[in-house]
């Protein structure tokens, strides 16, 4: 990770502010799962200001490390994360949030960001384990594996 988050005193509630542990930029691994059928949305970064922003506002806020800017799901796109709850991991290391979406969770448009390359699909572990074949347990039909291959 080369860029960082802005440094300043934590929003946070010192209890769980001192909890955390962050990366050394500063960010958790956000992770945000439907809330009614646990589908596993997208993965996001959050600051201490992004996850402060995020409890209060009932709306997921991100830290997007590519542009260096806050950034609420929803707010460009249409596609909302109401938030129904928020839990740290056991290690206090990662955010899982968990939402009601609207539309697609994923930039590209899809409804979760994890449904196009699918490395191993149900069923068949151990059958599918040699090299160069990981590819071929797509689920969209395509079963190339290659990046693009569907768009």
């Known amino acids: 990770m080369t860029s960082s988050s802005p440094r300043r ?5 010192p209890e769980i502010a001192d909890r955390l542990k962050r990366s050394a930029d ?16 997208m993965l996001g970064w959050m600051d201490d200001e992004a996850l402060h922003r995020t409890l209060t506002t009932g709306r997921c806020t991100y830290w997007s490390r590519s542009r260096r800017e806050y950034w609420v799901k929803g707010d460009t796109s249409g596609h909302f994360q109401w938030v ?25 448009g899809a409804r979760t960001c994890f449904d196009a390359d699918v490395l191993l699909a149900e069923g068949t572990a151990g059958t599918a384990g040699t090299a160069g074949t ?18």
């Open 9 to 13: 005193p934590s929003p946070l509630a």
């Open 134 to 151: 990981a590819g071929t347990a797509r689920t969209d039909g395509t079963g190339t594996g290659a990046p693009g291959a569907d768009q």
């Open 26 to 41: 500063g960010l958790l691994p956000a992770i945000a799962q439907q809330y009614d059928t646990g589908e596993v949305l």
């Open 84 to 108: 129904k709850s928020v839990a740290l991991d056991c290690d206090a290391d990662t955010v899982l949030v968990k939402v009601d979406q609207v539309g697609a969770a994923c930039h590209t």
